[in-house]
């Protein structure tokens, strides 16, 4: 994601993530979990 001004940033909010051999819900085996972000990083360009 990046701001209007093009700066690269993790957004607050609630995440999930899946690692497997599929998407999610397809049947692949995997694991997912979720997490929150409290605040917005900047990322380095």
């Known amino acids: 994601m990046t701001t209007e001004?093009?700066?690269p940033i993790i957004a607050?909010?609630?995440y999930t993530i899946s690692i497997g051999?599929?998407?999610?819900?397809a049947g692949?085996?995997?694991v997912s979990g979720q997490f929150h972000?409290?605040?917005?990083?900047?990322l380095p360009e």
Request: hydrophobic share 20%.
């Open 5 to 7: 001004e093009g700066v």
């Open 12 to 14: 607050e909010g609630d």
């Open 21 to 25: 051999g599929g998407q999610p819900e």
């Open 28 to 30: 692949a085996p995997g």
């Open 37 to 42: 972000i409290d605040d917005q990083y900047a």
